[in-house]
């Protein structure tokens, strides 16, 4: 009975700090900063695109680490490990782990973090759901403008798909990398998703 007394949040609040560390990639889209700790990946910072990158994704930066390297733990390389396959070996993406995540949106029980958790899940390499199928998938049909806060405030896009959230005109919306990202990658899954059904 005295368990039920303690919130969730105070159990958090013992754990030490984290020892966060930083690498960048520079990938087709642009240099990509992730951050983690031993516990888990924290976020991914994606840079503003401001043009489409010229050629196609096999022409551009294999999505390597070009900072940070030397100080990377087991989740940022998971992570860019998962990127790299997600750029250049989409096939390879399903034998991947994901890397376990410890920002704490992702830790609480919210309806922001239960749609990050389904995004993640349900909605598969070349697939695209609208605002409010997604609101379906997480358990509230009328909660699509909560889903775009979701989006918003997601800290690890790219690995929980928010790209691939559009609007049900079937226009792409809104994207934290811009909506020239957002539309530069719907199209490289569309690409690969084709070329790994031959």
């Known amino acids: 009975m005295a368990s039920r007394l303690v919130p969730k949040v105070n159990s958090k609040?013992?754990?030490p700090p984290c020892k966060e560390k930083h690498a960048v990639l520079l990938s087709p889209v642009g240099k990509l900063e992730i951050s983690g700790c031993e516990a888990g990946l924290h976020e991914i910072k994606l840079p503003k695109m401001i043009v489409l990158p010229s050629g196609n994704a096999e022409s551009s930066p294999a999505c390597e680490v070009c900072e940070g390297a030397e100080e990377m733990t087991?989740?940022?390389k998971q992570c860019s490990a998962w990127l790299h396959a997600y750029f250049c070996?989409?096939?390879?993406?399903a034998s991947l782990p994901v890397p376990a995540f410890h920002h704490p949106l992702l830790r609480q029980d919210s309806f922001t973090g239960q749609v990050l958790w389904t995004l993640l899940r349900d909605v598969k390499f070349g697939e695209a759901v609208s605002y409010k199928q997604l609101a379906d998938l997480?358990?509230?049909s009328r909660a699509a403008r909560a889903v775009g806060g979701a989006m918003r405030s997601n800290p690890i896009p790219?690995?929980?798909?928010?790209?691939?959230?559009i609007r049900s005109s079937g226009q792409s919306g809104n994207y934290g990398g811009g909506n020239l990202m957002k539309e530069w990658l719907l199209s490289h899954e569309r690409l690969q998703k084709e070329k790994l059904a031959y």
Do not use: Y
């Open 74 to 76: 087991e989740p940022l």
């Open 158 to 165: 790219i690995i929980i798909p928010c790209h691939r959230v």
């Open 138 to 140: 997480a358990g509230n």
């Open 13 to 15: 609040q013992r754990e």
């Open 89 to 93: 070996e989409p096939a390879r993406m």
